[in-house]
């Protein structure tokens, strides 16, 4: 049987944590896969970058080009959209995570396959790293855009902390303090202050486009119970994966780099490393 058709094993449907990745086309492969089973579809595709991208061990890794432009890569962010959408339960949450060059594109998509009552959350990512330019702003955030199958999706309110400038008298709210100073719990926003990933930082693997791993651990707590099952159909080194993992879900990933899927199995038979 070949990889891309061969039994998933998402720990025979019990409450706890299981997976599998699989190398391969996601469009080719997601109809194979059990349907109507994942709480949370996480897409973190190409950005249209026009860039060939180098993992900083292998070589070339991934390659952002696009012969046919925009509409070609439109085309291919639409069918992959459609085509892992039969993955999610009937109020399950899709994720998809695009930077300025297509995040408007990628929500028109999103709101014509689930309907403009389907939106959820536009969060966005904002990280420090980078260049500027002479242009204009520095553009120094992501977006994902979080769109809902259903009604009935799972929500789980997170808090943050909300820093003070000095001890308010309000006897009805809880003031705490660590070494930035004092601060109040608050309901999560949708503006995430995540630094991106470092070359010495530990998690770091080398691949390309590596999302942090803080990103994803709250995205899924947000929007998965434990022993919901997560797929990433461009899981790259695996983030989504592992996040799932340590939080308790079930996990799929589909890549079609053979490197990717390599470094992505690597890292979650070794968690720790």
Known sequence: ????????????????????IVHGDALEIAPTLPQ???????????????????????????????????????????????????LMTRNGVLALHLDWRCA?????????????????????????????????????????????NGPDYVFNQLKEKSYLAHRYGFSNVEIHEDERGLYTLTNLRDVWDIPALRGNQAEYTGYPTQKPLALLSRL??????????????????????????????RWLGIDAGEAAVAAARRRLSHPGR
């Open 1 to 20: 049987m070949s990889e891309a058709t061969r039994e998933i094993d998402f720990g025979d449907g019990q409450p706890m944590p299981g997976g599998d």
């Open 36 to 86: 109507g089973e994942a709480g949370l579809v996480y897409i973190d595709p190409p950005f249209f970058s026009g860039r060939k991208r180098r993992n900083r061990k292998d070589g070339p890794e991934y390659d952002d080009r696009w012969a046919g432009g925009l509409p070609e890569y439109l085309g291919f962010l639409r069918n992959l959209i459609e085509g892992v959408r039969g």
């Open 104 to 148: 408007h594109h990628g929500r028109t998509e999103l709101e014509r396959l689930f309907g403009a009552t389907g939106f959820v959350n536009e969060i966005i990512w904002s990280y420090k790293t980078g260049g500027g330019s002479k242009r204009s702003l520095g553009r120094k955030h992501d977006t994902i855009h979080v769109f809902a």
């Open 220 to 249: 899924i707590e947000c929007f998965t119970r434990p022993g919901d099952l997560v797929v990433d159909p461009c899981c790259g080194s695996g983030t989504a994966l592992l996040a799932a993992k340590l939080a308790g879900r």
